[in-house]
């Protein structure tokens, strides 16, 4: 526990730390998939040391985000998301008018730098296009594929397993968001939700607001300058026939001293490839634990691409006014819950 001035109290989530650095010496792999495995059938939220990308690689993405939520509104809407679609590359304002209370957040998504992906962005972005290509790559060549490879021995399963479901050219979108919280007097910001990808990563900002649910409820994640904080998303949980989990967060109003302070985002959205089968892998550890899945318990029958798509096109009705409340169901029978 910490009491921050004017007497506010905050508990913290105590989440482990994994030093990736340790990749680089010999047996530091396996040292790794041993942490994995004290934590991570239990909670999907941890950080990342070592990761190689420094203070300042962070806060020039901070810079280039912030000019780009400070170009005119009219600028910005030019380079919408069609999430009526389902597709979250480009700019989703804040909520105005009768929906203001829907959020108060502005984001903008910066796809995987493939011809897929080629799209306008606003000359801002352009100007910096090649620092933010890089910033992208290292997260996925460096942290992901580093990570996934960990989890591939912990669950004894091939190394390249989860690798070869995430190649960098392959069809599938993964982006880099720039996002902004407005404040707001509103005690919940983003409702209680699991993400629908492989892992996010979330660069360090001073303004308390994510948490966490625990089995003691739900508890602040302390974001430190060193570290990313990463957490498991539904696709990796999928995966891994559940035993990776989609860790249920979300962001609250911060802390009163800092309540009143824009809050900035820096998130990349890791994803497998587009047309990747959602069913669980076979493993000797799942097998022992006695929690191996067959395929026709998992989303065998359902791509990456087709849950995301379903995901973020509900969220667009419930924003958008087209649906009152929060549908759970999203596809082929699975329900994405949300908690407040
Ligand atoms: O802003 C944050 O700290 C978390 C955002 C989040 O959970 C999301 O965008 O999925
Ligand atoms: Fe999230």
């Given at each position: 526990m910490y009491v921050i001035p004017n007497l506010h109290i905050v508990e913290w989530a105590d989440l482990e730390a994994l030093d990736i650095s340790k990749l680089n010496q010999p047996g530091g792999k396996q040292e790794l998939a041993v942490q994995v495995l004290r934590f991570i059938d239990k909670n999907g939220f941890f950080y990342v040391k070592g990761h190689g990308l420094s203070d300042k690689d962070v806060k020039r993405q901070y810079?280039?985000?912030?000019?780009?939520f400070n170009l005119p509104l009219e600028e910005k809407t030019k380079y919408l998301a069609n999430t009526a679609a389902g597709d979250f590359r480009g700019y989703k304002a804040k909520a105005t008018g009768d929906l203001t209370s829907k959020d108060n957040d502005e984001r903008y998504n910066i796809p995987k730098f493939t011809p897929e992906h080629e799209r306008p962005h606003p000359q801002l972005i352009l100007d910096?296009?090649?620092?933010?290509?890089?910033?992208?790559?290292?997260i996925h060549n460096k942290i992901l594929l580093p990570l996934l490879r960990v989890f591939a021995i912990a669950l004894e399963i091939d190394e390249e397993y989860f690798v070869s479901r995430h190649r960098y050219e392959a069809e599938g979108l993964e982006y880099l968001r720039y996002m902004k919280y407005h404040p707001d007097?509103?005690?919940?910001?983003?409702i209680g939700h699991t993400d629908y990808n492989t892992l996010t990563f979330l660069f360090h900002q001073p303004?308390?607001?994510?948490?966490?649910?625990?089995?003691?409820?739900?508890?602040?994640?302390?974001?430190?300058?060193?570290?990313?904080?990463?957490?498991?998303?539904?696709?990796?949980?999928?995966?891994?026939g559940g035993y990776l989990k989609s860790t249920v967060h979300r962001v609250v109003r911060p802390p009163k001293d800092q309540a009143g302070r824009p809050r900035l985002g820096l998130i990349y959205f890791a994803?497998?490839?587009?047309?990747?089968?959602?069913?669980?892998?076979?493993?000797?550890l799942l097998e022992r634990l006695g929690l191996q899945r067959d395929v026709e318990e998992g989303l065998a029958s359902v791509t990456a691409e087709e849950w995301a798509r379903a995901r973020i096109a509900k969220d667009h009705r419930f924003r958008a006014g087209i649906v009152k409340t929060r549908e759970t169901e999203i596809i082929a029978g699975v329900h994405q819950k949300y908690y407040d």
């Open positions: 810079a280039i985000a912030t000019e780009f910096h296009y090649e620092e933010i290509k890089e910033f992208s790559l290292h007097p509103k005690p919940i910001w983003a303004v308390a607001g994510l948490q966490v649910q625990t089995k003691d409820g739900w508890k602040y994640v302390r974001s430190e300058p060193e570290s990313i904080i990463v957490n498991v998303a539904d696709a990796l949980e999928f995966l891994s994803r497998p490839e587009a047309k990747v089968r959602l069913e669980p892998v076979r493993s000797p």
